[in-house]
């Protein structure tokens, strides 16, 4: 069976301004030798090839590396949509030329809770710069979106979120749960939400605002508002199943390839495209093989009896072995929670 690369989620450094308590990728130094300028326009060049049309830049902190814009131009010029995902904080209106030059389709900016949370996991002040780079965005109509990643302590400020978001003209935003990988994985903090809170309050807001607003795939799953809750209010993209492998890919600063960048452990590295290239890691029979040889008997718990495991085939992967190791049964399912009530 052949599989199309559709999408990328690319970090093209580790080096970064915070290094926040949550932070999957344990962000904050550059690696050691990541991939040159020469280096990345040929990973381009096999993006291209392959035929993946969207690629997300991240970090670390993507305007960290001086060549950013080079890196995304070698995308854009080929047809491939880019995005940018920044925590915003060394945003600058002279960003604004050189994202234009680019073409890059979109910059999206973190930001996880009221002024007192975010800066409390980030730095005191990054609040602040988060809102003032997506002002600047937008107001240069650059499409904006927003990105929050949830633990427990964040998902009781999201009404006033809103209200801070509601007028902003942004583009969109996306909620996902914290995953306890990386610093995450050893902070004193707590990852764990209740998905049916995050749910409930995106389809009470969704219809109040003029942007989507939305959940990840490691939220969810199939509860009877499942078709409107992933960023389309008027329905019609419910969960199908974890996509690591089968239409995306993730690539990491010194060229590691994985099936989905938030896979973060070597076990789930391919191959590295120093060694090998792209297509012949993609086109690997052995490859990926927790999803490309995925049947329904790999299940496990409640998600072995479920009547949407055809669809959901047990959430995502990566959720699901960072917070308890079954990689086939999603821990905090709504519709089991919902179900149980």
């Not at 989620?9 to 970064?16: F, M, Q, Y």
């Not at 060549?67 to 600058?92: E, H, M, Q």
Request: glycine share 10%; with cysteine.
């Amino acid at each position: 069976m052949s599989y199309r690369l559709r999408s990328c989620v690319w970090e093209i450094t580790l080096a970064c301004c915070f290094s926040c308590a949550y932070c999957g990728s344990r962000a904050g130094k550059p690696r050691q030798n990541e991939l040159t300028t020469n280096e990345c326009l040929r990973v381009a060049e096999e993006l291209y090839e392959l035929g993946c049309g969207r690629v997300s830049l991240i970090g670390g902190e993507v305007f960290m590396r001086g060549d950013w814009d080079t890196i995304v131009k070698s995308l854009t010029d080929r047809g491939i949509r880019t995005a940018i995902i920044t925590n915003g904080f060394l945003f600058k209106e002279e960003h604004i030329r050189r994202l234009k030059g680019a073409n890059v389709e979109s910059v999206a900016v973190s930001l996880d809770g009221t002024e007192a949370v975010h800066d409390k996991y980030r730095m005191e002040g990054s609040f602040k710069r988060a809102l003032g780079a997506i002002d600047t965005l937008t107001a240069n109509g650059i499409p904006t979106s927003v990105i929050t990643t949830l633990n427990a302590e964040n998902v009781p400020t999201l009404n006033e979120m809103l209200e801070i978001l509601r007028n902003r003209h942004i583009a969109a935003w996306q909620l996902q749960a914290c995953s306890p990988m990386g610093n995450a994985a050893h902070a004193d903090f707590d990852y764990r939400i209740d998905p049916c809170e995050v749910m409930d309050f995106v389809e009470r807001s969704m219809r109040t605002v003029d942007f989507p607003l939305g959940i990840a795939d490691n939220i969810g799953y199939y509860t009877d508002s499942e078709d409107a809750l992933r960023g389309v209010a008027e329905g019609g993209a419910p969960f199908t199943g974890c996509r690591a492998g089968l239409t995306s890919i993730g690539i990491d600063s010194v060229g590691n390839v994985r099936g989905c960048e938030s896979m973060y452990d070597e076990a789930f590295i391919e191959g590295n495209l120093r060694e090998r290239s792209l297509k012949e890691i993609w086109e690997n029979p052995d490859g990926f093989a927790y999803n490309r040889k995925f049947t329904r008997r790999l299940l496990t718990g409640a998600c072995a009896e479920c009547r949407h495991a055809g669809h959901c085939a047990g959430g995502c992967r990566s959720y699901n072995y960072f917070v308890h190791g079954k990689m086939y049964e999603a821990p905090m399912c709504a519709s089991v929670i919902v179900n149980a009530d």
